[in-house]
Structure formats: C-alpha cells, structure tokens
C-alpha cells in the first residue's frame, strides 16, 4: 500500500487494480452522484476509470486518492489533485460515502491535498469547481482557502469555480 498523505483521523492512499469494487459501491448512491455529473458504474466500467483515469495520474505525484480512517482502515471515499488536461488545470476534488458526511472529513482531507499541492509539489495554482447547488462541496472549497471566481459551464452545468494562486 503506497500511503501519499496522512491528516490526524485520516490516510489516503494510491488507489490500485483491486478496488474497482469501491468505486462501485461510492456511486451506487444517487445522492452522491447528485452533483457530480457521473452516475453509478459497474466493476468492469470502475476498472477502466481506475487503469485509464486514476493511475495515469500519479506519474506527476498528482491524483485522486483512497481516503481511509485510521481508527479502523476503512474505505470513506476519495480526494486529490487532478491534471485536467484540456484546460491545463489542477483540480482539487473529492467524494465521500454519505454515512461519512457531515463529520469534516472532505474538509481535513481536501486541506491536507491543498497543502501538499502548494508547499510540497510547489503548484502555482490549484482550482475547484462545484455544482452551484452543491453548499456542501462549496465550502469545503472556500476552506482550503480558494477564492471564487466566477460561474460556468460545464458539460451543460452550471458551475462555480474556485482558484488560488500563489
Ligand atoms: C461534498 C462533500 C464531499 C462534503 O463532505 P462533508 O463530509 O459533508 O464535508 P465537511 O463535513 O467537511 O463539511 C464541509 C462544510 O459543509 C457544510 N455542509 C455539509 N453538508 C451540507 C449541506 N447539505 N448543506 C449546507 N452545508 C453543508 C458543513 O457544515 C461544513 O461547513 P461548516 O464547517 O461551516 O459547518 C460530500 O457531501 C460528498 O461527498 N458529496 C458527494 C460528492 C460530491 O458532491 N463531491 C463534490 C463534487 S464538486
């Protein structure tokens, strides 16, 4: 298991072949899927996002992590920094099983991402985007310190976008 980061309840790690099944059960949830412009996938389809999306990623030190707690090792979700590459941005990201909202864990974990990205892979610039529906998401943003910009759309919805700069 390759841990990349560790927060004071928290551990993320690189995800691997094996835990398509994960992301199978984080999307079988339609509240989760809510905002997130995806939907429910099965394991073949969690295991391409995993091979062809995922891993590519951490190549740059980059990518969306596993987030366990460290009291009992369990699997609550993902976070990280991710390379979009057709706008050339870096976007912090996250998503959580909902037994698990509401406890401040995307708020510990999208920090300990921040940080990571500004002070030790030296990024200049970090972005956030949300559903302009999504408070929650919305403020888990503005807690690591990114500023609103402005709406937009993408892939036909509306969003609010975050950005901080160095
Ligand atoms: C967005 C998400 C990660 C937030 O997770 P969370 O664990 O509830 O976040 P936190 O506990 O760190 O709370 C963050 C803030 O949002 C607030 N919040 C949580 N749920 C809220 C809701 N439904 N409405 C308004 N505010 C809410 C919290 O009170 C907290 O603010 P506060 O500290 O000022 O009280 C979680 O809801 C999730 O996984 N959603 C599904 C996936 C998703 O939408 N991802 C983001 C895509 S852009």
């Known amino acids: 298991m390759k841990i990349v980061l560790e927060t004071e309840r928290l551990y993320l790690r690189e995800f691997t072949p094996e835990d398509a099944q ?3 059960d984080l999307n079988s949830n339609p509240n989760v899927t809510r905002y997130t412009g995806d939907g429910p996938v099965n394991f073949a389809e969690a295991q391409k996002i995993i091979l062809d999306v995922i891993l590519p990623q951490y190549k740059n030190k980059l990518g969306r992590w596993a987030v366990h707690l460290k009291s009992n ?3 609550i979700g993902w976070c990280g ?3 979009i590459l057709e706008v050339d941005e870096i976007d912090l990201g996250y998503r959580f099983f909902e037994s698990h909202w509401g406890k401040a ?14 002070l ?8 956030g985007r949300a559903a302009i529906e999504n408070i929650a998401s919305r403020k888990v943003l503005e807690k690591t310190g990114m500023s609103y ?10 969003i609010a976008k975050y950005r901080f700069t160095v």
């Open 22 to 24: 994960l992301l199978v």
């Open 149 to 158: 910009i402005g709406d937009d759309i993408e892939h036909g919805n509306k």
């Open 105 to 118: 864990y995307a708020t510990e974990s999208a920090l300990a991402c921040f940080n990571y990205g500004i």
């Open 120 to 127: 030790n892979l030296g990024l200049k610039t970090i972005v």
């Open 81 to 83: 920094l991710k390379h």
């Open 73 to 75: 090792h369990e699997f």
